[in-house]
């Protein structure tokens, strides 16, 4: 039962992404959660409220017509109330993968920190 629950919980990530709903965006997303990154050779910490102004001042994938595809490659169940996720996503043109730490807070599952990190151009992938 739980990892349907993760299941239907990560489909609401893959849908904040593309759709860039910012409701939905402030229900995965624990108000906490930090972001973190390697790009180029530096190392790339955001706080969810810069991620929050990130997302909300560019055009979704959705209305620039970028195909998804989005996959669960992992979920590791830590503990009743704590989850580890992989993930691979189509973002834009890159292909992302995604380390999500869930936990339930509050009787919801939400982000608290994620990892992130630019495996490949979409149109170098079939």
């Keep these: 039962m739980m990892v349907g629950e993760i299941q239907e919980?990560?489909?609401?990530?893959?849908?904040?992404?593309?759709?860039q709903d910012l409701s939905?965006?402030?229900?995965?997303?624990?108000?906490?959660?930090?972001?973190?990154?390697?790009?180029?050779?530096?190392t790339v910490v955001r706080s969810l409220s810069e991620y929050r102004k990130i997302v909300e001042e560019r055009n979704s994938p959705d209305s620039g017509g970028f195909a998804r595809r989005d996959e669960i490659l992992m979920i590791d169940v830590l503990a009743p109330d704590m989850v580890l996720a992989k993930v691979?996503?189509?973002?834009f043109n890159n292909i992302m993968v995604d380390y999500l730490n869930l936990m339930r807070v509050d009787g919801r599952w939400q982000i608290v920190s994620k990892l992130f990190y630019r495996l490949d151009s979409a149109l170098t992938v079939s």
């Design 9 to 19: 919980f990560l489909g609401s990530y893959f849908e904040v992404l593309q759709s």
């Design 24 to 42: 939905l965006f402030d229900r995965v997303f624990h108000r906490d959660c930090v972001l973190y990154s390697q790009q180029d050779g530096a």
């Design 88 to 91: 691979r996503l189509r973002l």
